[in-house]
């Protein structure tokens, strides 16, 4: 644990994504949970070690990239009372995250986001940011962590995953208002 995090609890939790970079970050998210669960086209062995951890977890195993499968996701989740869920998904997922918010019978709901870099691209500075976040419910506040990369020496780097999980970790633990990023977005002519 975390310095200064034992007092952090969380009652139901849901991780999507969680099992490769994100880990670190899912480990401690279980560590804060009275229960979570598990969501990534392969959770078996993540779950398992967070049970022999002593973590309530449970596991469902769904490619939301595929259309049945993300249908038999929503439907196996059902209507849950999840007070935080922290999901490593791509835009094109957008519509799981305002299924799964629609189905969250709570008074508040946390979503953690993370997206990677270019979520920042100047590229995209004339279109309307808003557009690529979920429409949610007024119950359900959603946190987008950026992941950036690191200038070292006048040279950059892709974040490490410790790194990542860090960043998430510190935004479970503090409320953001908007979104945050891990590392750096700019210049974008730096980006590895």
Sequence with gaps: MLTGDRFLRFQNTLQIGTTGMLSIAGEWLAAHSEKTTVVSRTPQLFTEQLNNHGHRAQSISCNYNVP?????????LGT??????????HKGA???????????????TRIIWVVGSDFHNPAKEGTNKRTERPSLPDHVSL??????????????RWLSHQEISQ????????????ESVIGHTKPWSSKP
Excluded: H, M
């Design 68 to 76: 049945n499968q993300l249908q038999d996701l929503i439907t196996n």
């Design 80 to 89: 849950n009372k999840y007070d935080l869920i922290l999901a490593w998904i």
């Design 94 to 108: 957008v519509p799981l995250l305002e299924e799964i918010s629609s189905n969250c019978s709570t008074d508040r």
């Design 143 to 156: 946190e987008i962590v950026v992941l950036g990369f690191q200038i070292e020496c006048g040279r950059s």
């Design 167 to 178: 960043g998430v970790i510190g935004a479970l633990k503090t409320l953001k208002k908007d």
